[in-house]
């Protein structure tokens, strides 16, 4: 009795229930961006270090970039990078053999981890802050002193063959590789695959060689997040640091551009599958110039086309108006380092990918021909503004945040000036934008799926491939998993 | 002589860890509305965010033959707007709904002939289009006419761009065989919007699109299910393991019934399944407790309280005979040997996962035996999978070289004899176990992982899981892992599945 009376009460004082969530009113909500400053530091060595400390549990996370990665394997030995980078984590150290160094982390309940990428690369460490000066010296030890134990490479080279002999089963495996492709061209840094004699061609000495010249201090951005005193890490990591070689790797930076130059028009690889996985789009600038106001125009474009889920264009009309995909969605991609890419993705019944890709291409067409609705403006930059915070929601998430400017060197005043920028963007703008980054004519058209029933397109005759790529269709071979030679 | 006095110092400054702040927890309130609606909260001021969701206590398992991936499809439904959000002319919308629904009868009783001339042999697929009877065709394009007036008045997913408009993020939901889980991030002044949103789409949820988005589901089941290496047999897998239990069909269901479901089913599924006594809501992030509450009584005070839900009543039949699955497919040589084993919160669940934690891991004994010594397998795991109803104990492996699936079956039958008939060495147990005792404080680290949390354990059973599953692990011993082991692992009573590659050597 005495929770209905309390209801009633409340009830009495609160303010009806507003016809529309419009209508409700909200407490302002200030915001401001961290100041970099009071977490950025330069080591003795030279070395950028930004610390986070937030005790509210006792966690820590480490984290080291390095510029390097694939782009600096040799043509015959594409993935060498990579598998440097796998094997310092598997391989053992000098003091400890590999089983007995797994022992150790897993018995401290820590997380070590090395990651490789095309021009980032680095290493990961994760624990409670109890254990953390014996998991820095486990970690630092890897780092610093790996053992690239032979019977390890053997298991790590067999391993990745077994992963090789798998490139052709997921649909989306062989759509992303032949995307790369079509658009990066197949000797490229970020689109090359490795094949079983690059794998072969690999040696112990090429692992450690590799090491050596490559995981040095030059250019290191560390950064730690969650329980620490930011001068006794300091203190630790200067010391974990001194005996790594500093500069002298002449690397070249940033990594090279490529070469290809993409052919636009349909390309198509068989497989027996019920539903064709679709990828369209085209090559975007590197960008480099991070105080361009364009960018904002370019993400609420990106926000209102298809980058946004069901408030999205292509998004409602491909799912909720027609059902031809359960996913839909264009991205906007930017890349400091090279180009970028303006791609639409989706997956639907072989018979209706003609229909969903005329769709997706009518919808580029109208988002260059006039600028959006005020509503569809508004609902973005609310959108991209309100959920800024979010960035810096925690210790580890700013960390991240400033550590990725700094890798890529780009000033933590991008972030300051990032929600005026949005707020400046007219609906004008925007049209000027997908006018000058959206290019209908140079659009490539990829599908993996079954080609007899793709081609005749849907029951109702609304749209076939031929008749969206006059050009015609090139159909691509399955390749080898091994070899990557276009198979028969 | 180094390397065993830094292990004699880890498992010090461990033990250190798990005195000086005990095990972790969260501090959860909780409060319950008068209709039976139950809240928990966990307020953490160092967020700019809140991030709110509910679950209802309903899922493939609490489905039929004939419904089956209702409850999935319902998920879909119920980011198709209310009474309020979704049209710009409601009267007309609803009467729209009612006129579809009676064309949707007529074209039912036309499938009820279908599938009679399917059973006569008269056609091949009482769905196929050039199956369709002629006045099929008419009642059809009678049918897209509605369609068309109901979206010229319809505001497209109004739900979601609101939601979007206001800074939300990752609003989304997804559905299990025993629960279906709603969630979104809104910034931390906006706790009301979700009370709004949410209420309301309870409240006077109205369908549209019901039709269509059967499309969108048949789109997501052949992206999951028969696009994918393995998807097929994982079906065909789990369909053999469980013979009685409702866990036997997908949860996006057949697709036979997913074809065929009614307005009058999903209405009469929303109002047993979605009543608020079957419905738990959480918010965790940087609110006022006591706003919270009263926004709580204020707007889900509004539902009608009803009839509990009923009961799922169908246990596993023992097995009667060996079962073994033997599929081709585009995928890696592979095998998965599944025991029943027990449901969430089983007394003997925990040491079950202990046992998981010895198998697991680079230096657990699976990735030791199989990867490194043997060389058979390019990876192995082990899981128990704690349902509501009933659980299952699994070990997988993907084979290496010439390595056959038998050779993997056998080689981890051998790891869990091991586990019944061999001691368990006293450190590799601190292992698993300094291992919980970190986890337990990750678990608690990210203010959204924490409100799913919540949110499925509730819905399994009780939220307080998460606060008393540490200790409860901690205090397993060797002997509960071998007992457990030993109970649920029996090898008479092993389920496999043998995935060789199609085309590939037998």
């Given amino acids: ?488 | 002589m180094g390397r065993v006095t830094l292990a004699l110092a880890l498992s010090v400054a461990i033990a250190h860890a798990a005195r000086s702040s005990e095990v972790a927890k969260v501090p959860v309130q909780t409060f319950e509305l008068s209709n039976g609606m139950k809240f928990l909260a966990v307020v953490r001021p160092e967020l700019s965010t809140v991030s709110a969701g509910w679950v209802a206590r309903v899922g493939s398992a609490n489905e039929r033959p004939g419904i089956t991936g209702m409850s999935h499809f319902f998920e879909h439904m119920m980011f198709k707007g209310s009474r309020t959000l979704g049209t710009r002319n409601i009267e007309r919308d609803l009467q729209i709904v009612e006129e579809q629904e009676k064309l949707q009868e007529e074209i039912r009783a036309i499938y009820r002939e279908q599938r009679e001339r399917y059973r006569l042999g008269e056609i091949e697929d009482p769905f196929a289009d050039e199956a369709k009877p002629e006045r099929l065709l008419e009642l059809e394009k009678k049918f897209d006419t509605l369609v068309e007036e109901q979206r010229a008045l319809m505001v497209k997913d109004e739900f979601d761009r609101i939601y979007t408009a206001a800074g939300a993020s990752g609003m989304n939901a997804f559905t299990s065989e025993d629960v279906t889980v709603y969630f979104v991030t809104v910034p931390a002044n906006k706790i009301e919007l979700w009370f709004w949103m949410e209420s309301d789409r309870l409240l006077s949820p109205v369908f549209r699109e019901f039709y269509a988005e059967r499309d969108v589901v048949h789109e997501e089941r052949r992206l999951r299910t028969e696009s994918t290496p393995t998807g097929e047999f994982e079906e065909v897998f789990a369909a053999m393991f469980w013979q009685s239990h409702p866990y036997h069909w997908p949860v996006v269901g057949w697709p036979s019934d997913l074809r065929s479901y009614s307005l009058a089913q999903a209405r009469e599924y929303f109002e047993t399944y979605y009543a608020p006594g079957n419905l738990t809501a959480a918010l965790v992030g940087n609110f006022d407790l006591e706003e919270a509450r009263a926004l709580a009584e204020k707007y889900f005070g509004r539902l009608p309280a009803r009839a509990p839900a009923p009961d799922v009543v169908t246990l596993e039949m023992d097995a009667r005979a060996e079962k073994r699955m033997v599929a081709e497919c585009d995928c890696q040589p592979q095998v998965e040997v599944r025991y029943h084993s027990v449901p969430f919160r089983h007394r003997d669940s925990y040491a079950l996962e202990v046992l998981a934690g010895l198998l697991n891991g680079r230096s657990g004994r699976l990735y030791k035996s199989l990867v490194l010594e043997r060389g058979l397998a390019a990876d192995a795991a082990a899981s128990q999978d704690s349902r509501k109803y009933a659980g299952a104990f699994s070990l997988q492996a993907e084979a290496k070289g010439s390595a056959s699936p038998e050779d993997l079956e056998r080689a981890l039958l051998d790891e869990v004899r091991r586990i019944v008939d061999e001691p368990i060495p006293e450190r590799e147990l601190q292992k698993v176990k300094n291992q919980i005792t970190a986890s337990a404080y990750q678990r608690l680290a990210g203010g959204f992982f924490l409100l799913v949390q919540l949110l499925l354990y509730d819905g399994l059973g009780d939220f307080q899981y998460l606060n008393e599953w540490a200790e409860t692990t901690l205090a397993v011993e060797a002997a509960d892992v071998k007992r457990a082991a030993e109970r649920y692992l029996d090898p008479e009573e092993r389920v496999v599945g043998l995935y060789y590659r199609e085309g590939g050597e037998r």
């Fill in chain 1, 1 to 488: 009795m005495s929770t209905v009376w309390l209801v009633s009460v409340l009830l009495a004082q609160a303010p009806a229930i507003p016809a529309r969530p419009e209508e409700l009113r909200f407490d302002p909500f200030h915001f401001e961006v961290p100041d970099a400053a009071r977490y950025r530091y330069e080591l003795p060595n030279r070395v950028t270090v930004y610390v986070v400390p937030d005790s509210t549990f006792p966690l820590v996370s480490l984290r080291i970039q390095l510029r390097q990665g694939s782009y600096l394997d040799p043509v015959d030995k594409v993935g060498l990078a990579g598998l440097a980078g796998s094997l310092l984590r598997s391989g053992g150290t000098e003091s400890l053999d590999p089983s007995a160094f797994d022992e150790e982390v897993e018995f401290l309940a820590a997380r070590i981890s090395t990651f490789g990428g095309d021009s980032r690369s680095g290493a990961n460490l994760d624990c409670i802050t109890p254990v953390l000066d014996q998991a820095m010296d486990l970690f630092f030890e890897m780092l610093r002193r790996p053992r690239f134990d032979e019977a390890r490479i053997a298991i790590e080279k067999e391993n990745l063959l077994e992963a090789m002999r798998q490139r052709n089963d997921e649909p989306g495996d062989i759509l992303g590789r032949e995307w790369d492709w079509l658009l990066e061209g197949e000797d490229f840094y970020r689109s090359r695959r490795m094949t079983k004699a690059h794998l072969d061609a690999i040696s112990r000495d090429d692992l450690a060689s590799f090491h050596e010249k490559f995981w040095r201090r030059e250019n290191m951005v560390v950064s730690v997040s969650g329980d620490v005193d930011p001068a006794a890490i300091l203190k630790v990591l200067e010391s974990h640091l001194t005996d790594w070689p500093g500069e002298g790797a002449a690397t070249e930076w940033p990594p090279p551009q490529p070469a290809h130059v993409p052919r636009p028009g349909a390309y198509h690889v068989e497989k027996d599958i019920p539903q064709g996985t679709v990828v369209l789009g085209h090559r975007v600038p590197r960008w480099t110039d991070w105080e361009n106001p364009e960018r904002a125009a370019l993400q609420i474009m990106d926000h209102i086309l298809g980058g946004s889920g069901f408030t999205s264009r292509i998004t409602q009309r491909i799912r909720s108006d027609e059902g031809l995909a359960y996913d839909a969605s264009s991205s906007l991609s930017f890349d400091s380092l090279g180009p970028g890419s303006f791609t639409v993705s989706f997956q639907s019944k072989n018979a209706t990918v003609a229909l969903a890709t005329k769709i997706a291409l009518e919808e580029i067409a109208r988002i260059r021909s006039e600028p959006p609705s005020e509503e569809e403006m508004a609902t973005a930059k609310a959108s991209l503004i309100e959920t800024f915070p979010r960035r810096f929601e925690s210790a580890g998430q700013i960390a991240g945040t400033y550590a990725g400017d700094a890798f890529i060197g780009r000033s933590h005043d991008y972030w300051k000036r990032w929600r005026d920028q949005v707020r400046a963007v007219a609906p004008d703008d925007v049209l000027d934008v997908a006018r000058k980054y959206l290019k209908p004519e140079a659009i490539v058209f990829l599908v993996v799926g079954k080609w007899e029933e793709i081609a005749p397109g849907d029951a109702d005759g609304r749209a076939r491939v031929s008749e969206l790529f006059p050009g015609g269709v090139t159909h691509l071979p399955l390749r080898d998993p091994l070899t990557l030679k276009a198979l028969p």
